[in-house]
Structures are given as C-alpha cells and as structure tokens.
C-alpha cells in the first residue's frame, strides 16, 4: 500500500500547504530530493498549541505538535511532487523543540514526527534526525519541523 492509501486508511486528510508568511519557498527540489522550509504545527488554520515544552506544553502535547508539524511537512512536499507515493525515502528530520532551560526530552517529543513517518512509510520511512532544543520558535510554537525526502525520477 502507497503513503497516500496509507494515510486514508489511518483516516488522515493532507492539508492544503499554509502559504509562506516571510520570503521562502515551502520547498526546493535538487534532482532527487526535496527540502521542506520549517513546518508549525497548524491545523485548519490554528497552531494547535503555543509555548513551551518543560513549561505550559506537556510531552503529549509536543509530541502531537511534531505529528502535525510532519504531516504538514507532507503537504508541501506532495504539492512540489504530485503524490506522496513519489517519495522513495525520507532521508533527514530536523526537529527543534521550543523549551524550558531543564527540559531534555526533545527526543521524545521528535518521537511524534518519527513514529508517524514510518506508520506512513515503513521502512522507507526510517531516517536520520536530530532533536533540538532552542528558547523560541515563530508564533511561539513549541516545535517545528524540517524534512529531506528522496523522491522517484
């Protein structure tokens, strides 16, 4: 079964890409592989939370942030590409965590994007990450995300 199948049968529409709110593109291809611009965690038009981890954002909620942040990470890349059944590979996320000083469980929270790339993609969906901590994100989000994804010719 391909992502996009995949995804219906989880019950999970891909949004429409959130237009850029700055001067950047939502996301550059170079031969085979796409680049995603970082990705809040908006959902129909509303971040779904603010803060920070380690403050007013549990882990759960952190953790639903960096699914959303995926999944809208998805949605521009599907708009560059055409399906995500073109996707061969995610290669690379990049997970910064907006925290408090003493919270260390920025990889849990990365969890969310993780788990639900490889539900989405098996192992295709196995990748390379790093987990970052940092003070602030835009709008004060607790988490955004990036991705690198290989796609077929």
């Known amino acids: 079964m391909g992502a996009e199948a995949t995804l219906g049968a989880m019950g999970i529409r891909v949004p429409e890409v959130v237009a850029p709110v700055a001067a950047y593109l939502p996301t550059v291809r170079t031969g085979n592989l796409v680049f995603t611009a970082g990705q809040l965690p908006a959902r129909d038009g509303e971040m779904i939370a603010v803060g920070k981890l380690g403050g007013a954002v549990s882990d759960e909620q952190g953790y639903d942030c960096a699914r959303q942040c995926a999944l809208n990470a998805l949605a521009a890349i599907k708009a560059e590409i055409g399906s995500l059944d073109n996707i061969t590979r995610i290669v690379k996320v990049v997970v910064f965590v907006a925290s408090t000083p003493d919270f260390t469980g920025q990889p849990k929270v990365a969890n969310g994007a993780s ?8 192992d295709a969906g196995k990748h390379a990450r790093s987990a970052v901590g940092v003070t602030v994100l835009p709008l004060d989000v607790p988490v955004e995300i990036e991705l690198i994804v290989e796609v077929a010719d």
Do not use: N, P, S, W
């Not at 788990?115 to 098996?122: I, K, S, T």
């Open 115 to 122: 788990e639900f790339l490889a539900e989405v993609f098996g």
